[in-house]
């Protein structure tokens, strides 16, 4: 399975058949079938191995900086494994550590005082978080504060005359000076996320 992982790290999901799996393991493309049934199957154990990656929200800590250092932990993962990020929701045969995941962030929720279904809305808009955040950043042109400042003065700036975008040539000269980092933006958005849940839960 780990081999499988490096492929769609290195090549993208799509790019990963049972042949080219074989091919990379020395293997003929029917003896993969002796472990898995079908690319599905490979792909629930997969994405299994991607949930088993996530650290799961620590019991004894309060129900936010929990769920905080497992949203910052699952972004780190997704961005070593971006393919993941389409196919976390999708499998219908969740694996071992795909469900002890689910049980671990329904149970601190649950233990915060969230009713079933606040629980659940907390659940879905933190996911939603986390994966939309990890995708745009997969996208991105630059990596960090130091590139990020280099095509804001070389590639952004001169596309935006100030006579024409003043706003958006106040910012970008602005951020590049300051130092931005556009991964803090990670951290800004999920504190206010979790600081909005807040007073839907009852305090046990």
């Not at 991607?50 to 910052?72: H, K």
Request: aromatic fraction near 10%.
């Amino acid at each position: 399975m780990a081999e499988a992982v490096r492929l769609a790290d290195r090549e993208g999901v799509a790019e990963l058949s049972m042949r080219r799996l074989a091919r990379a393991l020395g293997a003929g493309a029917m003896s993969l079938y002796y472990y898995v049934a079908s690319k599905e199957e490979l792909l629930d154990a997969m994405i299994d191995v991607v949930f088993e990656e996530i650290e799961l929200p620590p019991e004894g800590t309060d129900w936010q900086s929990a769920m905080r250092r497992r949203a910052i932990s699952a972004r780190q993962v997704l961005a070593r494994h971006p393919w993941a990020i389409g196919l976390m929701e999708s499998r219908t045969s969740p694996g071992p550590a795909n469900l002890r995941h689910r049980e671990a962030v329904t149970a601190c929720l649950r233990r915060a005082g969230f009713s079933v279904l606040m629980a659940t809305h907390a659940n879905w808009l933190l996911d939603s978080y986390v994966y939309g955040f990890a995708l745009q950043e997969a996208g991105l042109p630059f990596d960090g504060a130091d590139e990020f400042a280099d095509m804001a003065e070389d590639v952004f700036l001169p596309q935006l005359p100030p006579d024409e975008f003043p706003y958006l040539n106040e910012s970008a000269a602005v951020l590049a000076a300051a130092g931005y980092d556009p991964a803090e933006e990670f951290t800004f958005g999920l504190d206010l996320v979790l600081a909005a849940l807040e007073p839907l839960r009852v305090p046990t």
